[in-house]
């Protein structure tokens, strides 16, 4: 059974900075794209960043490109997002999710999230 | 950027009927458009994927249609456990976007 487990969130203030985590389990890490997906209070989900299997490529949508940074650990089974600068509209829970495959990016699994709150 | 626009925001259905949610695209996707689920403080779950293959688990009840820029999620006869927040979230190029959701609430 695939688990993702994210852990890291935490209440931040404006200008402040982040690492999120995402312990994988139950599939063969180091062969899947992962992505951290958010989703503010309310709202729908909103993807934000990939990694590829061997860390090599990563895009990023523009709200946080430059700010976060996504990376992975393939001998961890763990994944990361730096989230640097932070601002009130970051508020949200944090989602990591597998991809399907290369080819087809969307989502078979999530993990439970975890929220950031960035106030002062 | 590809903005996945859903209607309605709201569904009232009664349990047993049939619903009807839509999403279009603001370019074609082709059909590469996912359907996902999602019940209050839970994360959303894969439904359909591919605008119409049901993903593992997921009851035949659920069925995809569409291709290109309109797209359909039709839940035959709604049961209990299917009033949740429904969204579709492309994969045709970068960025990856979803659309706003559709509510399906009890009428």
């Known amino acids: 059974e695939v688990q993702l487990l994210e852990s890291g969130g935490a209440l931040v203030q404006p200008g402040g900075s982040l690492r999120l985590s995402c312990a994988a389990s139950?599939?063969?890490?180091?062969?899947?794209?992962m992505s951290w997906v958010r989703q503010a209070p309310g709202g729908g989900p909103e993807w934000l960043s990939i990694i590829g299997d061997t860390g090599r490529v990563i895009f990023y949508a523009d709200s946080v490109k430059g700010r976060f940074t996504i990376s992975r650990d393939n001998s961890k089974n763990t994944l990361y997002l730096q989230m640097n600068s932070l601002r009130a509209e970051d508020t949200a829970i944090y989602y990591c999710?597998?991809?399907?495959?290369?080819?087809?990016?969307?989502?078979?699994?999530w993990g439970q999230g975890t929220l950031v709150t960035v106030s002062s | 950027e590809i903005v996945m626009t859903q209607t309605p925001a709201t569904l009232s259905v009664s349990p047993g009927e049939r619903a009807t949610l839509s999403c279009r695209a603001s370019?074609?996707?082709?059909?590469?458009l996912a359907w996902y689920q999602q019940k209050p403080g839970q994360a959303p779950r894969l439904l359909i994927y591919g605008a119409s293959t049901r993903a593992t688990g997921v009851p035949a009840r659920f069925s995809g249609s569409g291709s290109g820029t309109e797209f359909t999620l039709t839940i035959s006869s709604l049961q209990s456990e299917d009033f949740a927040v429904y969204y579709c979230q492309h994969y045709s190029n970068w960025p990856l976007t979803f659309g706003g959701g559709t509510k399906v609430e009890i009428k």
């Open positions: 139950g599939f063969t890490f180091s062969n899947y794209g």
């Open positions: 370019q074609s996707v082709s059909r590469k």
């Open positions: 999710v597998k991809e399907y495959n290369w080819g087809d990016i969307f989502f078979d699994s």
